[in-house]
Every structure is written in C-alpha cells, then in structure tokens.
C-alpha cells in the first residue's frame, strides 16, 4: 500500500468497562487467542499490507504498551526510516483537554505534515477483525474519495453491538450520517471504527475542530465535515467482535474456539506477529485431559481442561478441573481447584480446592496477582 501510514488510536474511554482488567492496561493491551493482545491484530495487518509508516497514540497507561510493542522488532518496524513511532499524551500541553482525541491528533500535526505519505489509515481496537486493506484502499483511491469508512453489514437480534456505531448509508454508497446502535433495529450498518482519509483533508478538519471547538473526537469531526468533503463507505463481509466490556471480550476469546472463527481471524491476510517469549512446548502430564481449548506454550498441565484459553506458562494442578474459562500468563491453578465462566488475570494463583465459578452472562473476573485460598472465599 503505497503512500499510506497507519494511526492506532486508543481510547481510555472504555478501559471503565472492563473493571480490574484495565487497571494497569489499556483496553487495546488486553490479552487474546493465548498470547496475543489486540494491537498484534491491527499492526499485523497494516504491515502485512506493506504500511511501513505506523503511529500509535497510547492513552495514558503507557507502561503496558511500551513493555510489548518496545521497538516494534516483532512487526519488522525498528527501521531507521519510517517504522513504528508512538505518541504517549503529552501532559505539558496546556491547551489539551481532557475530553476525546482530536487534541492529541492535534499536538502531533507535525507528524503527519512531516510524513511522505499522502493518505492516512486510522483504526481503534474496540472491534476486532481481519480485512483486506489492499482492496478497501484501491476502493478509496478509484472513487477520489476524501474519506471512506469501513463497515459491515449485521443482524444483531441478541444486542451483542449495543451502543456500538453505526451508519446509515445512501443508494450510491456515500455516507449519510452516524450513529449509536441503541437496539431498535436488528439490522443495520456496524462501522468499525476505521477509515481512509487524504492526509490534507485530514490536517483541514482536525485544524477546523481545534479552532472552533466543535468537536472532542476525531470521528465528531468528521461527521461535522460530511457534506463539505466526499465521503464514501467500504463493506466488510467477514468477521467481526466487538470488544467493548467484559463480556464482550469473554465472547471474543470464546469465539476462537470456533475453528472457522479462528482460521479467518489468524489465517487470512497474513500472519499475526506479537512479542516473542522463546518458551518451550507445553508439558501435557499423564492425568491431563484437554479438549476443545487453546493452549500456548511453556504451559504444566495436569487437570482437565474444557473449552478453554490457556496463556503462556500456565500451571493446571492434578484433578484441577478448569471449563470454559480465560486463565492468562504465567497464572497458577493448584490441585482439585474448580474455575468455571472465569476470567483470570495473569500471575494469580488459585490454591488447593478452591472454586472459582462465574456464570455465562458475567464471567467472574480474578484481579492480577491475587492469591485466592479457601479462607478468601
């Protein structure tokens, strides 16, 4: 993709929604599929499409996501030209407000006006999905759009995009305006939060919501530009999960269980890079029984294991039964222990004999690092 960057945006804005998950990460930082976070999606695909220019706007939990990305290495992006460039919030700017993102966009235009490329590809990770860039920016450049959004298409009668965005859509493909998916209809338009944009547009509407302050987003700009500029809309027909609380991201995770789900979610476009470990194969003990999970590496298994995402370095004592659960790096589930519709945080230990059970509606959530034994419950 030639005369293209790449902008990742995170939003703290939903890190509310996912309790102590986010206490010490962005929700962008959270872990999925056994050892990945959903920024390996994003920056996977962008340099699998041969985007070499990438910008990541942190948020204000830094520390999680300069621990993974570092240098870039693992998306090929240490380069000494282009490559991966972050921008942590700038907590001296004075004229920042707190609210949205078009001030950090904002405080970082020299960025963009420094940059070759012309067109900028800007996504959020509150959706997750795999689409082919190569098409949607051919799409973008043969219409002379200003801006496309990308979107798809979506029967939704159980209410899994509550208070996601959506669009609605002229007959000539052009956008007619955005909303808020309140549940009133079961079909509609579900934008996924990413777009092309000519970099001089770009820098004239992000300019115009500074100095009239008429927006706090980068997308209520947009919305406020619509009939000054072209804007147009790219469908997406493969899959997509919304990732915006806890139960959504539990759903998520569970969906790669789905063999379909998983190939086109790791398979299509290219391959999903992360930050290496260089662990060894996980240890399946003679008593272990493991069915229907993912499991990565450096794991000790002993117990019986069902419908299940297992990360790295795990532990699973013998006859410890773990179903339909989330148990993350390097946590310690000890012998006879019960988790069942749990999350649990990386680092935790479950002694001996304690249960751990949530329901399917709202999975029980165990913080980061916390020792539950029999006398905590």
Known sequence: MDNCMGIISFSNDLDKNFGTLCNHRPASMLPIGGRY?????FLSNMVN?????????????????????????????????????????????????????IHLFHSNESFFRNSSEENIFICNTSMLYRTDLEEAYD????????????????????????????????EDGRLDHLGTNLGTEENFNLFLGSVFIKKSVYLKIVRDAIEKGTANYLKEALMNNRRKFKFNTFEHEGHVESIRNIKNYFDANMSLLDSDVYKEIFASHGTVYTKTKDEPSTFYKDDAKVSNSLVANGCILDGNIQNSIIFRGVKVGKNAIVKNSIIMQKAVIEDNAVI???????FTRIEKGVE?????????????SLKIGKEDK
């Open 37 to 41: 976070r959903l920024i390996d999606f």
């Open 49 to 101: 499409h041969e985007i070499s220019t990438i910008g990541v706007f942190t948020g204000t939990k830094i520390r999680s996501v300069m621990d993974h990305i570092g240098s870039g290495k693992p998306w090929d992006l240490n380069r000494r030209f282009k490559g991966l460039f972050v921008f942590p919030p700038l907590y001296d700017d004075h004229t920042a407000k707190s609210v949205g993102n």
């Open 139 to 170: 799409y973008f450049k043969e219409t002379d759009a200003d801006v496309t959004l990308i979107y798809k298409k979506v029967n939704d009668p159980g209410g899994r995009f509550i208070n996601c965005d959506k669009i609605s859509i002229k």
């Open 340 to 346: 069942v519709n749990a999350i649990v945080d990386k």
């Open 356 to 368: 751990v059970i949530g329901n399917q509606t709202v999975p029980y959530v165990v913080e980061k």
